[in-house]
């Protein structure tokens, strides 16, 4: 079949397409920004990208005719608009619009389940999208999920951040709620199982796993899969906008998102009697068995996606890789340039290792205050760490940094900054070869704006020099515990 994916870059669609492809399927691929896009080397001629934004309908004229299958997984849970009900109704407008000129047979929306009366704005929003895709001419299928359990997911990152960071917890009363948890394998099951499914067209399901539970149950089954001892008390003083910042300062969330997550979470999400086990028999994961599958994939380091690297984030530019091309002009730069005592193959694992649990080599309580001040601030701190301790790819999230280019010799590096501060900045890490000796260049950029930014770089000046060497010092040659490097290295260069 033909099959068009929506969100193609985000946590769902980066698990559906492998399969999709798997069984056969020729994929289209929706995208605002394709550079952003996994490549499928396997499967180069069943991949197509579509560029187009679903805000702008004209930048959807050029869907192909022949589409039997689309899948609509867009969603902006966390935007900072206020205004994103009309925005997410308008996406589906458009969507609506542009695949009445193809040949599609069916729609599947990833929804949330809605069963509750007094809807979140949230999920009341989901509500809306479906009811807009339904007025189109090609039948719908919504499959509806509440927490969604799997590698890199939203809701099991914040719940393994809490359990895992936090032996005592005084916690709000929407712990209490229940839930229905699902796995992202059943999830995607269920996605492809619908496909042009007679009795699944033009009709809406929920789906579930076995176990109906508390969000507090749903932490302490976490604990002693992990086996951790917890304690919780729950107290009613804890408004929402609290509970926000609770989620914000502990998780790795942004504060919209977390902000969206609370005022959902005082929803019950519990399948109700359109189940999907009635058309499609299915035996679904308990949410022991997920979280086990979950917590395997991380210690395996097979992390197919992560949340964290979708613009649905909330804590990214959508324009960020418009910052590929690091300026050389009204900018700020430190450049430590070092010899290596070899080919550089440790110096490149230890590049392509920064970040998350390895932290950045040197000083790392200075890297913890400026993400502890990036979250003050509003920004997005040292918590969302990485997909992978050792593989980066374009777009990944790098705690407060995001890959910019990656080279499969890995032999450059470049990170964007996402912290909050007055201008962009930039670290590049580049290894090259000069009359049969090899270096490491490490370069930190900083374009200010304004004033402020030239002060802010100004203020950081001493800070920076001792930073910067010692990091560099620690990625070329590797320190001992005594934290003394393994080899001599040459001058340093630094400039503004």
């Known amino acids: 079949m033909n099959i068009l994916v929506t969100g193609a870059n985000g946590y769902i669609g980066t698990r559906l ?7 056969g399927h020729r994929v289209w691929c929706l995208v605002r920004d394709p550079r952003r896009m996994r490549s499928y080397p396997h499967h180069r001629d069943s991949v197509h990208i579509l560029k187009g934004d679903l805000l702008d309908a004209d930048s959807l004229q050029n ?14 849970m966390s935007t900072i608009d206020e205004d994103f009900e009309t925005l997410e109704e308008t996406c589906a407008a458009n969507f609506v619009t542009a695949l009445g000129r193809t040949e599609a047979r069916q729609v599947v929306y990833l929804s949330g389940i809605c069963n509750d009366r007094d809807l979140s704005k949230h999920l009341g929003s989901r509500h809306k999208v479906e009811i807009a895709l339904q007025r189109g001419p090609v039948p719908v299928t919504t499959l509806r999920a509440a927490v969604i359990i799997g590698s890199g997911s939203a809701s099991f990152e914040i719940l393994r951040d809490l359990v895992e960071k936090l032996p005592f917890m005084i916690t709000p009363r929407w712990v209490k709620s229940r839930c229905q948890p699902i796995g992202i394998a059943d999830v995607i099951f269920y996605l492809q199982a619908v496909m042009l499914h007679e009795e699944t067209l033009g009709r809406t399901f929920d ?3 076995p176990d109906v539970m508390t969000y507090r149950e749903m932490m302490l089954l976490y604990a002693k899969v992990r086996g951790l001892r917890r304690y919780m008390v729950s107290v009613p003083v804890l408004t929402p906008r609290l509970s926000s910042y609770w989620l914000y300062f502990i998780t790795a969330t942004s504060f919209t998102l977390a902000r969206s997550l609370v005022d959902s979470l005082r929803n019950e999400v519990v ?4 189940h999907i086990e009635k058309v499609i028999p299915h035996r679904c994961l308990g949410l022991e068995q997920a979280l086990t599958r979950a917590m395997a994939k991380i210690e395996s380091k097979e992390v197919l996606s992560s949340w964290k690297d979708s613009l649905v984030s909330g ?3 959508t324009d960020y890789l418009n910052f590929v ?9 430190n450049v430590q340039r070092l010899e290596l005592v070899d080919h550089g193959e440790e110096t490149r694992t ?22 502890f001040l ?3 601030a509003g920004g997005v701190g040292l918590r969302r760490g990485r997909r992978h301790p050792t593989e980066l790819r374009i777009g990944d999230a790098v705690d407060f940094w995001r890959t910019l280019v990656t080279t499969a010799e890995r032999d450059r590096l470049v990170l964007f900054a996402e912290m909050k501060m007055p201008g962009e900045a930039w670290l590049e890490f580049r290894i090259d070869r000069t009359d049969d000796r090899w270096f490491l260049t490490q370069t930190a950029t900083f374009r200010p704006r304004g004033l402020l930014g030239r002060l802010y770089w100004y203020s950081l000046c001493p800070i920076h020099f001792f930073v910067f060497r010692g990091m560099a010092e620690a990625v070329a040659y590797g320190r001992d515990r005594k934290g003394k490097t393994k080899a001599k290295k040459i001058p340093q260069t630094h400039r503004a």
């Open 207 to 209: 789906i579930g796993g």
């Open 17 to 23: 397409i492998p399969s999709l492809l798997e069984a």
């Open 315 to 317: 804590t990214i530019r």
């Open 350 to 371: 230890r590049i392509f290792s920064i970040g998350g649990d390895r932290g950045w080599y040197h000083m790392n309580w200075a890297w913890q205050v400026r993400g």
């Open 63 to 76: 869907w192909p005719a022949q589409i039997d299958v689309a899948f609509y997984l867009v969603h902006s």
């Open 374 to 376: 990036d979250k003050l």
């Open 271 to 274: 399948c109700g009697p359109d």
């Open 325 to 333: 091309d690091v300026p050389d002009y009204g900018v700020f730069k």
